[in-house]
């Protein structure tokens, strides 16, 4: 069974980092583009960020975390990262990976995404 398994949520003060992991089990993801989700109470899941490896790694993010949060992925340890830095109260969330297969430019859709993690908490305080 795939799965996507991330890790390093947690609670942190505003202008805090963290770096959050997402370690498939199952099979590669090396084809497949990558992205952060992110969801907070009472809010529709939004994207965060996406890394593409067919078109040699192109990253994509919201306006609200660019210059902030960053993609970047490991193929070796195929596992894709998330850096936040400055985080804010705002970026509260359940935050989420997925991968998908198609090949256009719906990175943003959740709706895109063929696999999903569990999640993992991100909780800044103010």
């Known amino acids: 069974q795939v799965q996507l398994v991330e890790s390093g949520g947690g609670l942190v003060q505003a202008g805090g980092s963290l770096r959050l992991s997402c370690a498939p089990s199952?099979?590669?993801?090396?084809?497949?583009?990558m992205g952060w989700f992110r969801q907070a109470p009472g809010k529709e899941r939004e994207f965060v960020a996406a890394i593409i490896n067919w078109s040699g790694g192109s990253t994509y993010y919201t306006d609200s975390v660019k210059g902030r949060f960053f993609i970047s992925r490991d193929s070796a340890k195929n596992t894709v990262y998330l850096q936040m830095n400055s985080l804010k109260p705002e970026d509260t969330a359940v935050y989420y990976c997925?991968?998908?297969?198609?090949?256009?430019?719906?990175?943003?859709?959740?709706?895109?995404?063929?696999?999903w993690g569990q999640g993992t908490q991100v909780t800044v305080s103010s």
């Open positions: 199952g099979r590669t993801f090396s084809g497949y583009r």
């Open positions: 997925a991968a998908g297969s198609r090949y256009d430019n719906t990175y943003y859709d959740p709706r895109a995404y063929d696999y």
